[in-house]
């Protein structure tokens, strides 16, 4: 059984930063393309980071230069490092392969 279990969330102001993390169990994470999604209110879900399997990185072009996509192949976790904050990050993040969900974890950017 697949399990995402994503967290780090919470409430920052603007231009700070979190690290997400996304906790992986019942898949080897190393083969897979892992994405982290976010979903706004109101809008529709949409793909903000993801690392292939040869560990190759893609951005939605509203979050380059300011977040970071890995992942730790040993602890099987996926990681989003998010600096220069704005409140239009505000979103609820999840990670997939494409195939499976967490619950999410949300993230607030408000002063």
């Known amino acids: 059984q697949v399990q995402l279990v994503e967290s780090g969330g919470g409430l920052v102001q603007p231009g700070g930063s979190l690290r997400l993390s996304c906790a992986a169990s019942g898949i080897t994470v190393s083969i897979y393309a892992m994405g982290w999604y976010r979903q706004a209110p109101g809008k529709k879900r949409e793909l903000v980071a993801i690392?292939?399997?040869?560990?190759?990185?893609n951005y939605a072009d509203s979050v380059k230069g300011r977040f970071t996509i890995s992942r730790d192949n040993a602890k099987s976790t996926v990681y989003l490092q998010m600096n220069n904050l704005k409140p239009e990050d505000t979103a609820v993040y999840y990670c997939s392969q494409g195939v499976d969900w967490g619950q999410g974890t949300q993230v607030t950017v408000s002063s």
């Open positions: 690392i292939s399997s040869g560990g190759s990185t």
